[in-house]
């Protein structure tokens, strides 16, 4: 009779989830953070009032595979790409990084030429987005 081991299996997807700066909004990351738990994913939600710098620490600490960002408040555009700036320095820089919320096409573009994988906005299928942390991770 042979017995499993940890190693033999999959390793589970692990993604921190983030509100920066002064957004308090919740009820967006809460949906999306069941939907990626109910998926089989390990989900680890920072909390409200993160920096950036906090963000990579716990991403770093919690060897997460995704960090996602989720913004309502207009401030996207100061925080994601020092979120990305401190991965990179901190030689992390190969997490996928995916934001949601209240983004304009214009700034997901910049975003997205920054290094944000993918721009989620409002009324996204939360299938989606599970789908497409699903693909890159069958890449890796």
Do not use: C
């Not at 390793?11 to 089989?40: F, P, Q, W, Y």
Request: no cysteine; hydrophobic share 45%.
């Amino acid at each position: 009779m042979s017995s499993s081991s940890q190693s033999d299996r999959p390793r589970t997807i692990r993604v921190l989830l983030a509100k920066l700066g002064l957004d308090a909004h919740t009820i967006g990351v809460t949906v999306i953070a069941k939907s990626l738990r109910d998926a089989g994913m390990e989900v680890i939600y920072s909390g409200l009032k993160q920096t950036p710098e906090m963000v990579v620490a716990t991403a770093i600490q919690e060897d997460v595979d995704v960090v996602g960002i989720s913004s309502l408040s207009a401030a996207h555009m100061n925080h994601l790409p020092r979120v990305i700036e401190l991965l990179k320095a901190e030689g992390v820089g190969d997490k996928l990084i995916i934001a949601g919320g209240v983004i304009p096409k214009e700034d997901g573009e910049t975003l997205k030429a920054q290094g944000v994988a993918e721009v989620f906005t409002m009324g996204t299928e939360t299938a989606t987005i599970v789908r497409y942390i699903e693909d890159w991770w069958a890449t890796r």
